[in-house]
């Protein structure tokens, strides 16, 4: 099984760019594992949010293969607990011959074209992020997510 986290638009901050480069390198270990960082929309001051996201749609699932299964990071989806997200992917990795794509869209979400390529909808907390943040925190929880799977010591429960 392969992961990509697909992020819409540069990450502007050194420190979280740091953070997400430390994670990644140590998901090389456990999985097959990229992190891209899609452009912004060009002229995205002169759209609605509802022409935004499909714009960010597009360039999303330009990015989404046959093989693929795209899990969506989203404020209404399924919370789970680090150790409840490990099962899931390991599940994923016993059941499914499928890459996971996981999608982290704009500030205004996704659209509805996205939504309905979307076998999942995943949050990371009841609580809001930035859009920057939300990068770090799931490149780390997918880190600690395969050292659960692996027995290893970095979760303590």
């Not at 607990?81 to 499928?98: D, I």
């Not at 929880?141 to 799977?149: K, P, V």
Request: charged content about 25%; glycine content about 8%; hydrophobic content about 40%.
């Amino acid at each position: 099984m392969k992961i990509t986290l697909l992020a819409i638009g540069k990450t502007a901050d050194a420190y979280l760019r740091e953070g997400i480069a430390v994670y990644t390198s140590r998901l090389q270990h456990y999985v097959p594992f990229d992190y891209k960082e899609l452009p912004d929309v060009r002229n995205a001051k002169n759209l609605t949010p509802e022409q935004l996201k499909a714009k960010e749609g597009e360039v999303i699932l330009a990015q989404v293969g046959g093989n693929d299964e795209l899990l969506l990071l989203d404020e209404n989806g399924r919370s789970y607990s680090s150790a409840g997200l490990a099962g899931f992917l390991e599940k994923k990795a016993l059941h499914s011959s499928r890459s996971l794509v996981l999608a982290i869209g704009g500030a205004f979400g996704f659209s509805q074209e996205v939504y309905r390529k979307a076998t999942e909808k995943i949050s990371l907390s009841s609580m809001t992020f930035s859009h920057q943040m939300v990068r770090l925190i799931a490149a780390e929880q997918l880190y600690r997510a395969f050292t659960i799977i692996k027995g290893e010591p970095y979760h303590h429960p």
